[in-house]
């Protein structure tokens, strides 16, 4: 394989323009970044590109793990898609950063907005609007897919500058405290210990403890145990019994589940 795409993805979208790159480079493969974690297997590819969601303004700390765990890759060609809900704000530029600090040059950095899945504001928004950012996606991915595979040097995309300042601000005060957020995970009387909230953790945080979902503090605030909750009975707070659940149409549960 000449390329290589790494992903994190709680809910699909990331992991669907993962696909639709690896399809429109051609000879790319597609790997969940959690997965590669646990073997670390040698990365040949001569041209890595890394989708992620962006959290809080920011780059999520699996997505920091993974980029601290790579090997010396720094003859590579790299490039990166921020998959988001509209803020991407300074995210791209912290992730050059980091990969900066591992001696290594992202080329490109690509903002990709998407439905949202942080649920605590809303449900994804109208499918007319979802279906307007899928194909303004796809459209972003084929027109930049010949100047990836030229090895081209493109914008690193960010946010306007009061966004970089003030929710950069937000994600640094805001980082260390994104694991013990869980606690106000529960699981209303729709749920029948089906135990799929803990199988798609990909931070392994949920153990289920008599019949019910139990939330460990070493959470990633990626949602997927609310958004797949197969009888919607995981809540976050007071607010999300009223709000749509997501992911994205053409991402299954077993498809998350190999994260
Ligand atoms: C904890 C959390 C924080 C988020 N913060 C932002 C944000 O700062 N800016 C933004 O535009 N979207 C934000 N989002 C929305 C996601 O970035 C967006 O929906 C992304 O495409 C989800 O990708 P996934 O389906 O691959 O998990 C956030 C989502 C979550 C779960």
Redesign the pocket.
Known sequence: MKGAIF???????????ARQAASALGETSVHAMPQWLLSRPPIDAESIGL????????V?APVMRFIAALPDLHDRYFFAC????????N?LVQFEKLLSVRGLKLSAGVD????????PWGG?GPKQIQQQRFQAAQARITALAPGLKQHQTMPIEKGPLWQRIV?SAI?RLSFNQ?PK?DSKFWADDKCTNCGICARVCPAKNITIESGKPLWHHTC?????CL?WCPTEAIQYGKRTVRFER???PE?GLKDVLKN
């Open positions: 992903y994190y993805s709680g809910t699909g979208n990331s992991l669907w323009v989708v992620f969601p962006v959290y809080i303004w920011g999520p921020a998959t988001n809900g509209g803020q991407v704000s995210t990709i907005p998407m439905p949202s899945n942080y649920i994804p929710f994600n994104v957020m990633e605030q990626c949602f997927a958004q997501y992911h994205h991402v």
